[in-house]
């Protein structure tokens, strides 16, 4: 059974990088043909997915946010992290990692259970 666990602060200050990281189970994140990517929910919104980094270690981020994101990994802790720089009260969400099956379908078939980060002073 695959298992992805988020892990990071629950408040981070404005201006400042949010870190959070997943660490997976049941699976290795190097295996082919697996993309593990971040997804957030803001309060009253959809979901938004904001990068991945893939099975090769190639990443890729959403047009809106690939300027402050960087998705890396370490293989040899199954995990991988997620930073946003220079966070705002609008980066407020739950925050989720997932694996995907695919580069541009943004479908998932495991999920970790989300985090909550509030963007406040």
């Known amino acids: 059974q695959v298992q992805l666990q988020e892990s990071g602060p629950g408040l981070v200050k404005p201006s400042q990088t949010l870190s959070l990281t997943c660490t997976v189970s049941?699976?290795?994140?190097?295996?082919?043909?697996?993309?593990w990517s971040w997804i957030r929910q803001s309060p009253g919104k959809g979901l938004e997915w904001i990068g991945y980094i893939a099975y090769s270690g190639n990443t890729a981020y959403s047009p809106s946010l690939k300027s402050r994101t960087s998705i890396s990994r370490d293989t040899s802790k199954n995990q991988f992290t997620l930073q946003l720089s220079s966070v705002t009260p609008e980066d407020t969400a739950v925050y989720y990692c997932a694996r995907g099956k695919s580069a541009n379908d943004h479908s998932y078939d495991y999920w970790g259970q989300g985090t909550q980060v509030t963007v406040s002073s």
């Open positions: 049941g699976a290795s994140i190097t295996t082919n043909y697996y993309y």
